[in-house]
């Protein structure tokens, strides 16, 4: 009879140590890093981001995104980091590059900007639709896109304007470095898509036909 005890105390301390390693101590949390800009904070889940090239530190790459101005114009503009993916320079088809995949499914646009990961910075950047309406590109040839495409926003600069066919409007000014407008967000729509019959600005309709980048 004075086994029992000392049995019992043997079968409770096995249940208490089972019970402990059954809990997941170990188990790696979501991580989760987050867009922080004045009252503005935006959380990303790392590990809800698809992942589509190899020895890629999505976590690392998303970071370095970031802390460039273009995510955070994005991001508060309601796109989300949809993927990050190898990308190949129109250079050199050999050389490979991170994009990370910003996407706004309201206006169906990618936003790809590119992440060098040796220097630890975001690089270029660029919209997905056709470029249209112009010399050199081959697909000027073809008719005027039914849903979206660039062009220079004006002849002689590094701005590309992406244009909504549908509404006949500009929904993104920008270059390789710089988001300068993002419909409705951000920038002055004033200044980036002026009404035509006020200022004499090109309206995107025109874009391409009246002999603007011919």
Aim: charged share 25%.
């Amino acid at each position: 009879m004075r086994q029992n005890p000392v049995l019992l105390v043997a079968l409770l301390l096995l249940a208490f140590g089972a019970g402990c390693t059954s809990t997941p101590e170990n188990a790696t949390p979501a991580q989760v890093l987050h867009y922080e800009q004045g009252n503005t904070s935006i959380p990303i889940n790392v590990s809800e981001i698809p992942v589509r090239t190899f020895d890629v530190n999505a976590t690392e790459v998303i970071g370095i995104v970031l802390a460039d101005q273009r995510a955070g114009i994005l991001l508060e503009g309601g796109w989300k980091i949809a993927s990050i993916r190898a990308g190949f320079e129109e250079e050199d088809p050999n050389r490979e590059h991170i994009d990370a995949e910003f996407r706004n499914d309201e206006l169906s646009l990618s936003f790809f900007i590119e992440v060098d990961e040796r220097e630890e910075r975001a690089t270029r950047g660029r919209c997905s639709p056709i470029v249209w309406g112009g010399r050199p590109w081959p697909d000027s040839k073809e008719p005027r896109p039914e849903d979206y495409y660039q062009n220079y926003y004006l002849p002689k600069t590094d701005q590309f304007a992406v244009i909504d066919c549908q509404n006949e409007r500009i929904v993104m000014v920008y270059n390789k470095t710089t988001i300068f407008y993002l419909y409705p967000s951000y920038g002055d729509a004033n200044v980036w898509d002026p009404d035509r019959s006020e200022t004499g600005a090109p309206q995107p309709s025109s874009y391409g036909q009246n002999g603007i980048n011919a």
